[in-house]
């Protein structure tokens, strides 16, 4: 019973602190303030100052990190709605998906070789821009350390997040779908959490582009690693 109430009550805190959060986010919407990031921070700083152990706090959010899968899943709907429009833009997301990709997990092995990075180091870092479950499997097959990729995936979705898209204007690139199949490719799901509020294709085509990037990256890093 008191499990129950522990669970309980720390589902209904996160999905207040993020519903507050997004309320703010809508009307001021700026980068730093999307709920995402906001709700992230917030029950940190909660955990800490009433010195809550994250195995307590996780006694509630492995039911919210459970219901991931079936919202995974529920991505498939706006691609089947829009599948036709999709179809149109096939080889834009193909050539943005593999530029994007390659720039991403290319920079990272020229910068880790040049530093002279060991190689269970390289195999956690690799994987940065894949979504995390593959990243992480990937990570754990070639002997890296799934803690250390998991990190090195939030930090890039989290930057690609918040300075993606105004580096993307910056640079002149305006067009919706454009900067969501990036988002999708290099800041995975967090990128299709931003690709939401551009619409449904946008939405679609962002989510075709982590799965994509996601399949790339299964192929793509262990050949990297063997290059070494």
């Known amino acids: 019973m008191i499990n129950f109430l522990i669970s309980f009550s720390i589902i209904l805190l996160t999905l207040a602190t993020f519903w507050g959060m997004r309320r703010l986010y809508l009307k001021y919407p700026h980068p730093l303030l999307m709920p995402v990031l906001t709700t992230t921070v917030l029950l940190f700083m909660l955990l800490l100052i009433f010195g809550i152990p994250y195995s307590t706090y996780m006694e509630g959010g492995r039911w919210l990190s459970k219901l991931l899968e079936p919202a995974i899943v529920a991505l498939a709907y706006p691609l089947y709605k829009n599948r036709k429009i999709v179809l149109q833009y096939k080889w834009f997301i193909v050539g943005g998906v593999i530029s994007g990709f390659m720039i991403s997990i290319g920079s990272m092995y020229i910068l880790a070789r040049l530093f002279s990075v060991e190689t269970h180091y390289m195999a956690s870092m690799l994987p940065k821009s894949i979504t995390a479950p593959v ?61 939401t509020e551009y619409g449904e294709i946008p939405l679609s085509m962002s989510s075709i582009a982590m799965t994509f990037s996601a399949i790339l990256g299964a192929f793509i890093t262990p050949v990297l690693i063997w290059l070494i």
Do not use: D, Q
């Not at 997040?161 to 999708?184: D, F, H, Q, T, Y």
């Open 135 to 195: 990243a992480v499997e990937i990570s754990n097959s070639l002997s890296g350390i799934p803690s250390l990729t998991a990190a090195f995936v939030l930090v890039a979705g989290f930057s690609g997040i918040l300075l993606g898209p105004k580096i993307m204007e910056m640079v002149g690139i305006n067009n919706r779908k454009a900067m969501s199949i990036a988002l999708g490719t290099t800041a995975h799901a967090l990128g299709i959490s931003k690709a």
